[in-house]
């Protein structure tokens, strides 16, 4: 599946290129805010390497994008921008204690370094004091971040709930990313939105972008958990496989095989080790072509929707990074 | 030590019946929130399971009751307790995680039933959702919570940053938990004041009674933890020895013995299993009596602020409430 254009955007670079100074003063609130008050010098230790990470910042990119695409940035979104950043780091931190990641953002994990205990609770750290900047939104921003992060707990409880469940079916995959990752970028455009004074219907057009691009964003990741390169990647893979959770090319070849087959690429997922082998199997039925031409229709449907957002060098930036989400190799 | 009474108040039962209408109330919203909207059953399983646990509810019945000694109860009120206890909850979900605790409430653990996975993600789960809560409360109460339960997850994380420190001092014990403990009984006592108009000085008042009860209640928390029936207690005993945890009466004893001695009572310590032993030694050696006494001594100062508070039922009952901490023996 090709993408349709309707402006030439440019790359990710120059999209984000219009918010650059924003996206650094985000960047600094985020380490600033994370510093312990009175805590032990290896609790600082910590604090600061989790925020000396550095990360794509998508989610504030988005954030600050669409609310420059509604009017005007404000202090409030600098601030909205590190809370959805910290919200996201929290889930990673709690994500690579579920699936022993060992790498990420190109550095080892914290529960690596110092172990899951201490990984567990810098998670639930960030996630509060998300909160606790939160509380200096307004009610309505305050409420939309609240909503999405309880729905992406809510997805990653039901996708851990359905390991080994070969059955899911395709639909319920889409939910569950929906839930667990497509929703936090949702919340981060109507966040963006709403704190520049957009209007309502552009309120729920940008959120409505942003969840087609996160659904694409996170078939693209899991594609990526089978088939890229960790360096390029920066963080351990095959941890879909390693963990027995289905994912969308999984789910596409286990739907178009005999019983006899589906057994013997049940054991193969179920084998530790085995990522480049299943990932032979699934290019030579052509389900790593689905799940891609699956993301590239979420990012298209994404793309229409943008295409009713008044024309702006902010709406061809948001454009751009939604298309770069399905090029994108790590 | 004994403490001196300045009126009679009755037990915590009689304190509880002031507010037994408003406590259900809590506990009807509690359980009404721990529903998936469009999750699994097994979602929905773990979440009744864990609405279903109950508990004795004391930071929901802190708040309702300062809320009464300022002035009248409101929704908010009902609200706001629900977010407290939710939010204590997600702590006890992940400290069963990390302290591998088997029994909590007289059931066995999310994290022995569902796996430690769950286990984290429910607790992810529930803390992102008190915050939701949180955003249809005003700006302050929210902020309080928020900023309370940073600093619950701050000393979480330096005590377990302390784990094997035997140095540790009595001064560093009561900051950590002021912090993972006290922190979040002053913050019921003042959103409940907040939340019924009381005035600067009073929600002050209450704060600081909270704080003091809050670190009696931790202290002998702690000593229950060495020498409490885990079926009167109902969760899993020996949990800070067994993890290496210095509290109140072992950094007594440390502090007053020779090296040889020190040496050999680490040794009895970092074996499992020698709770009995060990608590024998800190009973011969009287440091159970000091942590006894210590524990009063904050509770006395929890009195002593009270004493400052307008006479009134509720301030009986908060009194009936804080005399009961350091006299339970679960």
């Known amino acids: 599946m090709t993408l349709t254009s309707h402006q030439h955007a440019g790359g990710p670079d120059v999209a984000l290129s219009l918010i650059a100074a924003e996206l650094d003063r985000v960047r600094d609130l985020?380490?600033?805010?994370?510093?312990?008050?009175?805590?032990?010098?290896?609790?600082?230790?910590?604090?600061?390497?989790?925020g000396g990470r550095g990360g794509k910042m998508l989610r504030p990119a988005l954030l600050l994008l669409s609310g420059l695409a509604a009017g005007a940035l404000t202090d409030k979104h600098i601030r909205a921008?590190?809370?959805?950043?910290?919200?996201?780091?929290?889930?990673?931190?709690?994500?690579?204690?579920?699936?022993?990641?060992?790498?990420?953002?190109?550095?080892?994990?914290?529960?690596?370094?110092?172990?899951?205990?201490?990984?567990?609770?810098?998670?639930?750290?960030?996630?509060?004091?998300?909160?606790?900047?939160?509380?200096?939104l307004d009610r309505e921003p305050a409420r939309i971040i609240a909503e999405a992060t309880t729905q992406v707990c809510e997805g990653e409880l039901t996708q851990i709930t359905q390991k080994h469940n070969w059955d899911l079916t395709e639909q319920q995959y889409i939910e569950i990313i929906t839930d667990k990752s497509a929703s936090l970028f949702a919340a981060a455009c109507r966040v963006g939105a709403h704190l520049a004074n957009g209007c309502p219907v552009l309120c729920d057009q940008l959120a409505a972008f942003g969840l087609s691009m996160g659904a694409a964003f996170q078939i693209t990741d899991d594609l990526l958990d089978l088939t890229g390169d960790e360096t390029r990647a920066g963080k351990t893979l095959?941890?879909?496989?390693?963990?027995?959770?289905?994912?969308?090319?999984?789910?596409?070849?286990?739907?178009?095989?005999?019983?006899?087959?589906?057994?013997?690429?049940?054991?193969?997922?179920?084998?530790?080790g085995r990522r480049e082998e299943l990932s032979a199997v699934l290019q030579a039925a052509g389900s790593l072509d689905y799940a891609r031409d699956t993301a590239c229709r979420h990012i298209q449907q994404a793309l229409d929707i943008l295409r009713q957002v008044r024309p702006a060098p902010a709406r061809g930036a948001l454009e751009a990074l939604a298309r770069h989400i399905v090029e994108r190799t790590q």
């Not at 709690?94 to 080892?108: A, E, L």
């Not at 690429?265 to 530790?272: G, M, S, W, Y």
């Open 238 to 272: 095959g941890a879909d496989i390693d963990n027995d959770k289905p994912t969308l090319a999984l789910i596409h070849l286990l739907g178009h095989c005999d019983q006899a087959r589906r057994a013997a690429i049940q054991t193969l997922v179920e084998a530790d």
């Open 81 to 136: 921008g590190a809370i959805i950043e910290m919200i996201h780091t929290a889930t990673l931190l709690h994500d690579d204690v579920i699936d022993d990641g060992q790498i990420r953002r190109g550095i080892p994990t914290v529960n690596r370094m110092w172990g899951n205990e201490p990984a567990v609770l810098v998670g639930d750290y960030l996630l509060s004091h998300a909160f606790y900047l939160c509380a200096g």
């Open 30 to 50: 985020l380490v600033s805010q994370l510093t312990s008050r009175g805590g032990t010098e290896e609790v600082e230790r910590l604090l600061k390497y989790v």
